[in-house]
């Protein structure tokens, strides 16, 4: 298992203590939170920082976090993690990201998230790859079609209340080949 990989401006690597600072910001920003049921405390930031990186020894897969290269900045994170048990459908892997505001619209998202699916298909081998968010997060929706996945069903979160515009989720596939199709789609129009 990697503790890192490279991409041509990401580095995706284990956690330091020197991230949580900016991952904890990143909790509490409205706007990077936007999605989600709630804003994170600094002790829910750490944990979830905490939790991201044990997958790495626990199921030899995880959520690195990002640097960006040129700069050494930490801008979020990427990575795969089990797809919870209370989400209604098939199991398996899920490819997740979230990224501090000021790193929005840049591509990075869409290149950290294709690094963990090349780990995905790669390294372990899988023949498909999930991504779950509100029906309402188009930006992240972008993000996996880009990525080359299909929309396969919407399902209410169990876990969010009835009545929240954010209650509505949306499960997105990709298969190894329409990864690598949408991979190489992407680098014909570079």
Not at 86 to 95: A, D, K, N
Not at 100 to 117: H, I, M, P, V
């Amino acid at each position: 298992m990697p503790l890192e990989t490279r991409t041509a401006r990401l580095l995706l690597r284990r956690w330091r203590e020197s991230d949580l600072a900016p991952f904890a910001a990143m909790g509490e920003d409205p706007e990077v939170m936007r999605y989600f049921p709630s804003r994170l405390t600094r002790a829910q930031s750490d944990a979830l920082a905490g939790r991201a990186d044990r997958l790495f020894e626990t199921h030899g897969y995880g959520l690195w976090a990002l640097e960006k290269r040129s700069t050494g900045d930490f801008i979020g994170f990427t990575g795969l993690a089990p797809v919870p048990a209370f989400i209604p459908g098939p199991g398996g892997l899920e490819v997740g990201w979230r990224l501090a505001r000021s790193f929005w619209g840049q591509g990075y998202a869409t290149e950290a998230a294709r690094a963990a699916l090349d780990f995905a298909f790669g390294r372990l081998e899988l023949e498909q790859v999930q991504a779950i968010t509100a029906v309402i997060n188009e930006p992240s929706r972008a993000v996996m079609e880009r990525l080359g996945m299909t929309a396969t069903a919407e399902f209410q979160h169990p876990k969010i209340p009835v009545g929240s515009p954010l209650r509505v989720h949306i499960r997105y596939a990709v298969s190894r080949a329409a990864a690598a199709q949408a991979c190489a789609a992407a680098d014909l129009t570079r």
